[in-house]
């Protein structure tokens, strides 16, 4: 079982940059695939960015591609994104997943969920 905890949200004007961190519980967590996915209002839940359980292996959507960096740090259990540039087609509730296995980047893959931390970008 992982249980997983997002920081970093807030509002940010556009141009501005935030740090997400996820927090994960369990000794495993560097067994993980880990994955950032983001949901607007009224929208499905998007793969945002993923990263496999070295960090040898990234993935970005088309969107955030020179603006986001995913990474993770095993010793401290935790993964981040870094968003630079932001945009107000950010604004979303940024949500952290894990599972076993090598990087995935469909939502529906991932078992362990965040609650979600909200990120806002205003003009």
């Known amino acids: 079982q992982v249980q997983l905890v997002e920081s970093g949200g807030g509002l940010v004007q556009a141009g501005g940059s935030l740090r997400l961190s996820c927090a994960a519980s369990?000794?495993?967590?560097?067994?993980?695939?880990m994955g950032w996915f983001r949901q607007a209002p009224g929208k499905e839940r998007d793969i945002v960015a993923a990263?496999?359980?070295?960090?040898?292996?990234?993935y970005y959507a088309d969107s955030v591609k020179g603006r986001f960096t995913i990474s993770r740090d095993n010793a401290k259990n935790t993964v981040y994104l870094q968003m630079n540039s932001l945009k107000p087609e950010d604004t979303a509730v940024y949500y952290c997943?894990?599972?076993?296995?090598?990087?995935?980047?469909?939502?529906?893959?991932?078992?362990?969920w965040g609650q979600g931390t909200q990120v806002t970008v205003s003009s």
């Open positions: 990263i496999n359980w070295s960090g040898g292996n990234t």
């Open positions: 997943a894990a599972d076993r296995g090598s990087l995935y980047v469909v939502a529906n893959t991932y078992h362990y």
């Open positions: 369990g000794r495993t967590f560097s067994s993980y695939a």
